[in-house]
């Protein structure tokens, strides 16, 4: 939530304005392709068969373009070709699984032929996207020990051609876009015919299924059509006994590796391809990714010790993970944690006492009162828990909270801060926090919840200042949408009632309304009055938050 206009510190410009349009218009599309992977991850995890029937797809997918995104996020726009190696190093440090990794490679190889289109100034939009597709789908390629179809890698493929023919066809660049989702969703309903072991499910390919959820963003974004299909399944095909068609590489089947081995590797380019051939002849599904000296590796194996020291010999590994299959599966359904606790900062009394209601630890923040990393750690050990989410609720508050966080990890304590930037965002996240979940599930559901609350508030401007939305004079009232300053008029109601049409522009089925220290009922009444005239298929609730500065805080969800 940005501070209202009372020092010379903040102006209400945003930082993106400076930004070149075709890194605004990446940076839109994985905000949003990150929503709606959170939105079909649960989906996506249940059409996990291959090559690991383990049902966490969909989450890793999640994990890994967060990762991206954070990164892009968190780059310097006056520097395109720095902001562009960012994305593709964050994908590469936070890759999560054999699809996420392999994702990984995609962003990565998609964002270099971006900068190198952007360094040589030459190119069409339409071409430019079309080369970054089918050079994204041959890195995938070349990434894989043993490519097989019927994957991420044929949907990533089969829309990078399409894409090509269509730059090459029209040269518009709604067409090619258009062309590469259609034909990315095409592929992948073909994906049964092509693997053995999700025709035996009666199920498409999962990884598949996440690359289509991010074309059909971007389609949307660049026509402003929505054309994504439902995903079919079909009937399971009948597996006789001793029958290979659900192998396919699965550690869980008979004689197939029995865990899954991760790590990065610091390491020489050439030292790469005896890394590979020592890894395949250990295991399968084996993906290797990176460059310029720093790489991620994943490999289903049963020597365990020996795909690590294949890594040793050949760099230096670290942040390895392994993950035996079979304990994974036998945890999943069962698995419970009595011992997880969450931190939340709360701009207000009303706002406080809803979020220790619903069991949160409480740090009190907010514009004109920033928390301190001290503060956050102590809130942590008060938890008492082993795992511990946070929930900053403010963008300046974000950084304090991933310090403390860090430090809290020292002490052995997991943690992750959910990256939500308004007090209402915190509300909708803890609303759906189950600790009877996997912490990594449970941190995905909240996330995907946070994100999902389009936010906004109202305020009156104590001085004269240059907005987003132009130039205010003391005493204007302001209206914030999504962070920005975005409404400037001279009434509190009828600027409160233009930052929730904004915000329900985009659909919408429950207004939240969050009545600040300074807010009169007249503008709630008001408000309510409003939105059951105009929008009589949106519910509204109130709750008394008492926050400073801001008289109105608005969620719609």
Same mark, same amino acid.
């Given at each position: 939530m940005p501070e209202p206009p009372t020092t010379d510190e903040r102006s209400g410009v945003s930082s993106s304005t400076s930004?070149?349009?075709?890194?605004?218009?990446?940076?839109?599309?994985?905000?949003q392709a990150l929503q709606a992977l959170g939105v079909a991850r649960e989906e996506i995890d249940a059409l996990n068969v $291959?090559?690991?029937p383990d049902g966490d797809t969909g989450t890793n997918l999640y994990l890994t373009f967060e990762a991206?995104?954070?990164?892009?996020?968190?780059?310097?726009?006056?520097?395109p070709m720095a902001a562009l190696e960012a994305l593709g190093r964050g994908a590469l440090l936070g890759a999560r699984g054999n699809s996420g990794v392999i994702l990984s490679q995609l962003l990565r190889a998609g964002a270099e032929t971006l900068a190198a289109a952007r360094s040589s100034r030459s190119g069409r939009p339409a071409r430019v996207l079309a080369d970054i597709l089918v050079a994204a789908a041959d890195a995938g390629y070349a990434a894989v020990g043993t490519p097989v179809e019927g994957t991420i890698l044929t949907v990533a493929r089969e829309a990078g051609e399409a894409a090509r023919q269509a730059a090459e066809d029209t040269g518009a660049l709604a067409d090619t876009i258009t062309a590469a989702a259609t034909a990315a969703r095409e592929a992948l309903q073909r994906t049964p015919d092509q693997l053995p072991a999700l025709a035996a499910a009666g199920v498409v390919d999962a990884g598949g299924r996440g690359l289509c959820v991010l074309f059909d963003v971007a389609e949307t974004l660049l026509t402003g059509v929505h054309r994504a299909g439902p995903v079919v399944r079909r009937r399971p095909v009948p597996v006789a006994a001793g029958s290979s068609a659900g192998s396919g590489g699965g550690?869980?089947?008979p004689g197939g590796p029995s865990s899954e081995v991760m790590f990065l590797l610091d390491a020489e380019d050439a030292a790469i391809p005896l890394l590979r051939d020592r890894l395949s002849r250990l295991g399968d599904s084996l993906v290797v990714v990176g460059g310029d000296g720093l790489w991620n590796v994943h490999v289903h194996v049963d020597e365990v010790g020996a795909a690590i020291e294949a890594g040793i010999e050949a760099g230096r590994p670290h942040r390895i993970r392994v993950t035996h299959f079979a304990d994974q599966i036998q945890?999943?359904?069962h698995q419970r944690h009595d011992t997880r606790g969450v931190v939340v900062v709360a701009a207000g009394p009303g706002l406080a006492a809803l979020f220790e209601a619903a069991g949160a630890e409480v740090v009190t923040g907010g514009p004109g009162r920033r928390c301190s990393t001290a503060e956050i750690l102590v809130a942590v050990r008060a938890t008492s828990a082993a795992e511990v989410v946070v929930l900053p609720n403010d963008a300046d508050s974000l950084a304090v909270a991933e310090a403390a966080a860090q430090a809290a990890r020292e002490e052995g304590i997991r943690v992750a801060v959910v990256?939500?930037?308004?007090?209402v965002q915190g509300l909708a996240a803890l609303a759906v926090h189950d600790a009877a979940r996997s912490f990594d599930d449970d941190v995905v559901a909240m996330t995907a919840a946070g994100g999902h609350a389009?936010?906004?508030a109202v305020t009156i401007a104590a001085r004269d200042a240059i907005t987003t939305a132009g130039p205010c004079a003391a005493g204007d009232a302001l209206g914030v949408v999504e962070g920005d300053f975005a409404v400037v008029g001279h009434s509190l109601p009828a600027v409160a009632a233009a930052v929730v049409g904004r915000l329900l522009g985009g659909g919408g089925e429950m207004v939240t309304l969050v009545r600040g220290h300074a807010c009169d009922d007249a503008l709630v009444d008001d408000l309510v009055s409003h939105l059951r005239a105009t929008r009589p298929d949106v519910d509204a609730v109130? $709750?008394?938050g008492g926050q400073e500065r801001y008289p109105l805080l608005i969620a719609v969800e």
């Open positions: 930004a070149p349009a075709d890194l605004t218009l990446v940076r839109t599309w994985c905000d $291959y090559p690991v991206a995104r954070d990164a892009l996020r968190e780059a310097d726009f006056a520097d550690g869980l089947n945890r999943r359904p990256p939500t930037r308004a007090q389009r936010h906004g109130v $709750y008394d």
